[in-house]
């Protein structure tokens, strides 16, 4: 059964780091292009930042680039997404997903295979 499971979420404060993790069952995530997107309460799910396989390319929002970063671990079979300088606007719902188009970082939802059942990034003032 393929499975993403993501974890790390939890409350943060202002300039607060976070690093969120996304573990794969089911499925070898380094053959995979691996993107991170987010979901606020009343909004849509948006694109976070992209890495395709071997992290050959990689793609970020406007809004996050330049504080969040993603990486992989192939061992553990991992992806990350370190977030820094968190800000209340990052308050949000962050699913991992993988597609099979490993060549590309894509910034689209519609290209991704797999999703995870998100994780909760809550801002606390």
């Known amino acids: 059964q393929v499975q993403l499971v993501e974890s790390g979420g939890g409350l943060v404060q202002a300039g607060g780091s976070l690093r969120l993790s996304c573990a794969g069952s089911?499925?070898?995530?380094?053959?995979?292009?691996m993107g991170w997107f987010r979901q606020a309460p009343g909004k849509e799910r948006e694109f976070v930042g992209a890495m395709s396989w071997g992290g050959i390319s990689t793609a970020y929002a406007d809004s996050v680039r330049g504080r969040f970063t993603i990486s992989r671990d192939n061992v553990k079979n991992m992806v990350y997404l370190q977030m820094n300088s968190l800000k209340p606007e990052d308050t949000a719902t962050y699913y991992c997903a993988a597609s099979r188009n490993h060549r590309s970082a894509s910034t689209t939802s519609g290209s991704y295979d797999y999703w995870g059942q998100g994780t909760q990034v809550t801002f606390s003032s």
């Open positions: 089911g499925l070898i995530l380094s053959n995979y292009a």
